[in-house]
């Protein structure tokens, strides 16, 4: 997947993510942005981990685990 495959699954992360956290997370670009970050976390992290899904959904799941994480560590600093 090229990069554009991967920014657009990056931002759907985020959108999922920001749902999926209570409060929403820190708003609709912000989530955005963190399921970028996330997804590189969570790809970083299941590859540390010996851990592969394939395909779309695979890297979309992967991305949205990142996210969540990212999210809940930056909703901790913002307390």
Do not use: E, H, P, Y
């Amino acid at each position: 997947m090229g990069i554009i495959g991967s920014i657009i699954i990056g931002c759907l992360a985020g959108f999922c993510a920001g749902k999926l956290m209570k409060g929403g997370g820190f708003g609709f670009i912000m989530n955005l942005v963190l399921g970028l970050f996330g997804g590189v976390l969570g790809g970083w992290l299941f590859d540390a981990l010996g851990i592969s899904w394939g395909g779309v959904l695979g890297q979309l799941g992967t991305a949205i685990i990142g996210a969540v994480a990212i999210l809940w560590v930056a909703s901790l600093i913002k307390k």
